[in-house]
């Protein structure tokens, strides 16, 4: 009923910048909040940064000041800005939305497939 697409992720050098976007389709009738985790080889799968629909945002400890989230809510897109990329930032990044859809009016959680994005030193 909600399909999530994730283009993106890849290879960058330790210090540079990628771009990722998080894009919601399907039978939709309210996106609550859009956002990402991500898992690392070897470790439990965290919340990395997330905004609601009214524009509040929320960012892990290790990201603040280096990663930004938006989003385009006529699109149901959102995305990641990644500045200054650092080796433990190496992870599958999986988008997750809350959202309703008209065939279950009440909030519900989607997930993406994940993408991986390696920071090399």
């Known amino acids: 009923q909600v399909q999530l697409v994730e283009p993106g992720g890849g290879l960058v050098q330790v210090g540079g910048s990628l771009r990722l976007s998080c894009s919601a389709s399907?039978?939709?009738?309210?996106?609550?909040?859009m956002g990402w985790y991500r898992q690392a080889p070897g470790k439990q799968r965290e919340s990395v940064t997330s905004?609601?629909?009214?524009?509040?945002?929320n960012y892990a400890d290790s990201v603040k000041g280096r990663f930004t989230i938006s989003r385009d809510g006529r699109k149901n897109t959102v995305y990641r800005q990644m500045d200054s990329l650092k080796p433990e930032d190496t992870a599958v990044y999986y988008c997750?939305?809350?959202?309703?859809?008209?065939?279950?009016?009440?909030?519900?959680?989607?997930w993406g497939r994940g993408t991986q994005v390696t920071v090399s030193s």
């Open positions: 997750k939305i809350r959202a309703m859809t008209y065939s279950r009016m009440f909030n519900d959680d989607y």
């Open positions: 399907g039978n939709i009738y309210s996106i609550t909040s």
């Open positions: 905004i609601t629909s009214d524009d509040n945002t």
